[in-house]
């Protein structure tokens, strides 16, 4: 049995993740600067430690409206290689955490959903709620190298 490490992420209210070898870091949202006639998922571009880094909504990219009450927004810094060695971020509403996770945890999709999708899997995770016994979570896991690839040529 194989542990996955994983940074578990809120959008749109939604539980999703990736996998921690694809981020670099996690930073606070900082203003972002536009970029003319950029497709509608760049948010625009961030001088992080003067390095130009091209912000991306995930929230576009996903094909889901955005939530309401952004004030806990963060960045999650993609490594370059993830990028085809362009520096990436992506806008999330919130981290939640970093966690392991159990294959056995895993549930695999059918190829006809994750192939447009971008989900590698769903997550299925056990938590305690307040007076009705377990209760089933579900994470979507987001398979964000496909993304990138098959965006080549629109990261700014």
Excluded: C
């Amino acid at each position: 049995m194989t542990n996955i490490e994983v940074v578990e992420f809120k959008v749109a209210d939604e539980r999703y993740a990736l996998d921690i070898s694809l981020a670099r870091e996690i930073v606070e949202m900082v203003p972002i600067t536009p970029v003319p006639r950029a497709p509608p998922h760049i948010a625009g571009i961030i001088n992080l430690r003067g390095e130009i880094t091209t912000v991306m909504t995930l929230s576009t990219l996903l094909g889901i409206p955005e939530a309401a009450g952004q004030e806990r927004q963060k960045i999650i810094i993609l490594v370059p290689e993830a990028a085809g060695g362009s520096n990436v971020g992506v806008i999330v509403d919130d981290v939640l955490s970093v966690t392991q996770v159990s294959e056995n945890d895993v549930e695999k999709m059918d190829d006809t959903i994750t192939q447009d999708a971008f989900v590698k899997g769903i997550i299925k995770v056990n938590e305690k709620s307040s007076g009705s016994g377990d209760t089933k979570n579900l994470i979507i896991w987001i398979d964000m190298q496909e993304m990138l690839e098959q965006m080549n040529g629109h990261i700014v």
